[in-house]
């Protein structure tokens, strides 16, 4: 032995949102060379991440974007209004890069290709019923990958995550609608039923979860549920933050679709037909990856705390 390393092999992240610069700052702590990909490539430093400009929907974009890579992750979305047109396009010119270079892609996706459960627990194993746009969107992205699997095509697994929730979300429901009113006295919208029991995903789970998949390619070729916490109602949740801002939340009841918060008119009637997730129950089950890779998702309390903390953080910067 001559005492020499073997060289990083390189992980690419695509998409700079909330997920994949959380799964960014994940994978370089655990020593991973990191690549963090959008079209503009202008972010804050992230000690230790390439930050790499380019389009990822072209075909020779996605090919730039993920040279010299060993595993490519797909955290790319777009304006909500945009989904069902574009994500299939930016599929087909990463779905086409990863079958010619060989990387592996672990994908992050979502619960929609379930559609209405009537409050049935989610596991990998629930039936594919959506009904609505977006959802049977998901459901055709998700056979194309399978299928590329299943014919030796690429290498390529399926993560899905409950809503997302914790430091530099904003865009969710439990997010910059949510905490700074929270923190600021503001009304914070109770959205559908808050007391059904709801899954949200912590953001730092989301990002160990995408890094354990992209460690760990006997995984592949399946759908995987990333960490998540049990679920409680919103209520609960609501309450945690209460007990952490020091003051009762002035809740105002959003019971159908319509704007509010950061959620513009344009965003609200696109996600009329999601609705749905806010009138019956969503609960996510993620004990199969939880033992298959010995991987538990942090307590909602911490995770709470920890947006908390941040969005206070963020507020006094403004």
């Known amino acids: 032995m ?19 610069t959380a799964l960014a700052r994940e994978l370089v702590r655990r020593g991973h060379s990191v690549r963090l990909v959008d079209r503009k490539g202008d972010g804050p430093v992230i000690e230790g991440v390439e930050r790499y400009a380019v ?19 797909h955290c790319v979305n777009v304006g909500y209004h945009l989904q069902v047109e574009v994500m299939p396009r ?31 627990v989610m596991t990998e194993d629930t039936p594919w019923k959506a009904t609505t746009r977006k959802g049977r969107m998901r459901a055709e992205l998700d056979e194309k990958y399978l299928a590329a699997y299943r014919e030796g095509r690429a290498r390529v697994v399926l993560a899905r995550s409950a809503d997302f929730v914790g430091p530099g979300v904003v865009g969710s429901t439990l997010g910059g609608a949510v905490f700074p009113a929270a923190l600021t006295g503001g009304e914070v919208p ?37 960490p998540t916490a049990p679920a409680v109602s919103t209520r609960e949740i609501l309450t945690m933050i209460e007990r952490r801002v020091g003051r009762p939340l002035n809740l105002v009841t959003v019971g159908e679709p319509r704007p509010f918060g950061p959620f513009d008119e344009q965003f609200m009637a696109e996600y009329a037909e999601m ?22 998702p942090a307590p909602l309390e911490e995770t709470v705390e920890a947006t908390v903390t941040w969005y206070r953080e963020w507020l006094a910067s403004l």
């Open 55 to 73: 389009d990822v929907g072209t075909a020779d974009g996605a090919r730039e974007a993920i040279a010299g890579a060993a595993v490519v992750y």
């Open 275 to 296: 609705f749905y997730q806010h009138t019956e129950p969503q609960i996510m089950d993620s004990s199969a990856f939880e033992r298959a890779f010995g991987v538990a």
């Open 90 to 120: 930016i599929q087909d010119a990463v779905l086409g890069a990863v079958e010619a270079s060989g990387a592996r892609l672990v994908v992050l996706d979502t619960l929609y290709p379930y559609g209405e459960t009537g409050g049935a």
């Open 2 to 20: 001559t005492g020499t390393q073997e060289p990083r092999v390189l992980h690419t992240v695509l998409g700079s949102g909330p997920a994949g």
């Open 190 to 226: 109770g959205i559908g039923d808050i007391d059904l029991p709801h899954s949200y995903t912590s953001i730092a789970d989301v990002a160990a979860g995408l890094a354990t998949l992209g460690e760990h390619p006997e995984g592949d070729g399946r759908v995987w549920h990333l």
